[in-house]
């Protein structure tokens, strides 16, 4: 996610951002310091609170934006119940940041791979953060790599971002391993949050979980 | 100041405008040519409500507009106009900026005719304007 807010962060005009789960609050941000985190929290849930009125007239709602006469905040839904909440200058290109936008979702493939060496060389975002790397080899690539297939075809584009959190949650708490995969489960069962997508996921895992011998 | 059948015949004349709603600031529809007006008007009031909670959190001043993006391309523009709010459909080819302009332009000419004229808003109440 933090790299996510980067690359937006690098678009002119923009000033930062968060990513923003009503359940969780504030999961990430790169704004600056004078934005405190409840002014921040507070701020979003209006916005989501007019996102979610929006959807009601327009299911098709891609994104709000809100122009001020010296701010513009825009708000958009990037996986269930989690929305991206940005900060930009009166000057900001709507157009080029939507499609910044776009691209950055679906190349988070790119996002996580960039994030795993700094995640290897240990500087100083915990044990959990190597696991990322987990997906791309190893015993328990192939699982993780059908696991997050799984979850992308119920939650959509975030699903790698959500997977590579997840994963690095997991790996922060005990040591991974095949047995332990209905740990990073019921992970990824919190970030779904919406009880039938849950079961969704849960029935599509299910014989990945058998044939790694994680539950019986 | 413009009865309410004058001013929707000046908004849908400004470039960029497919459709239009007019409502007063508690949701009532003065003026339409869309569907589901009803509805839009509540969520125009919601729209205000919360751009105006975030005005005071964030200490920004006054919002110009706010826009609802969507894939299809016919984004909703909202305009708060004194006591009313002004919803447009967007034609799907005029970029949104360019709609945003000619709608800020003409709400800008009708409050500077209604001051020179030193009439306030609602001298016509049936009108609603």
């Not at chain 2, 709608?103 to 109440?125: T, Y």
Request: glycine share 12%; proline share 5%.
């Amino acid at each position: 996610m933090n790299e996510l807010l980067a690359e937006i962060k690098a678009i002119p005009g923009v000033i930062g951002g968060g990513v923003f789960s009503p359940e969780r609050g504030l999961l990430a941000n790169n704004l600056p310091s004078v934005f405190k985190k409840e002014r921040v929290e507070n701020i979003a849930r209006s916005l989501i609170k007019l996102h979610t009125a929006g959807t009601y007239s327009y299911p098709d709602l891609l994104d709000v934006t809100l122009y001020y006469e010296e701010s513009v905040l825009q708000i958009r839904e990037v996986g269930k119940k989690l929305y991206l909440v940005l900060v930009g200058d009166p000057a900001l290109n709507t157009s080029l940041l939507s499609l910044s936008i776009n691209l950055a979702l679906e190349e988070s493939k790119g996002l996580d791979a960039a994030a795993a060496p700094a995640a290897e060389a240990g500087k100083g975002r915990g044990a959990g953060a190597g696991a990322r790397a987990l997906i791309d080899r190893g015993p328990l690539a192939e699982p993780l790599g059908r696991m997050q297939q799984a979850l992308a075809k119920v939650i959509g584009p975030m699903a790698k971002i959500i997977f590579g959190d997840a994963l690095e949650e997991w790996g922060g708490e005990e040591e991974p391993s095949l047995q332990g995969l209905s740990r990073l489960l019921t992970l990824l069962n919190r970030e779904i949050g919406d009880p039938e997508k849950v079961r969704d996921f849960r029935d599509r895992v299910a014989p990945i979980l058998k044939g790694a011998g994680a539950i019986q | 100041m413009a009865t309410k059948e004058q001013f929707a015949e000046q908004i849908a004349r400004v470039p960029g405008v497919k459709n239009y709603l007019l409502a007063r600031g508690d949701g009532r529809v003065l003026v339409h040519n869309l569907s589901g007006a009803e509805r839009l008007a509540s969520m125009m009031v919601i729209g205000g409500l919360c751009s105006e909670r975030i005005r005071a959190l964030s200490g920004l001043n006054c919002l110009r507009y706010l826009v609802l993006g969507r894939t299809g391309q016919e984004n909703f523009l909202v305009f708060p106009l004194e006591k009313y709010l002004l919803g447009v459909v967007q034609h799907p080819e005029v970029p949104p900026g360019e709609v945003a302009q000619g709608v800020s332009a003409f709400i800008e000419q009708l409050l500077r005719s209604r001051n020179s004229n030193g009439g306030a808003p609602g001298s016509r109440k049936e009108e609603g304007l």
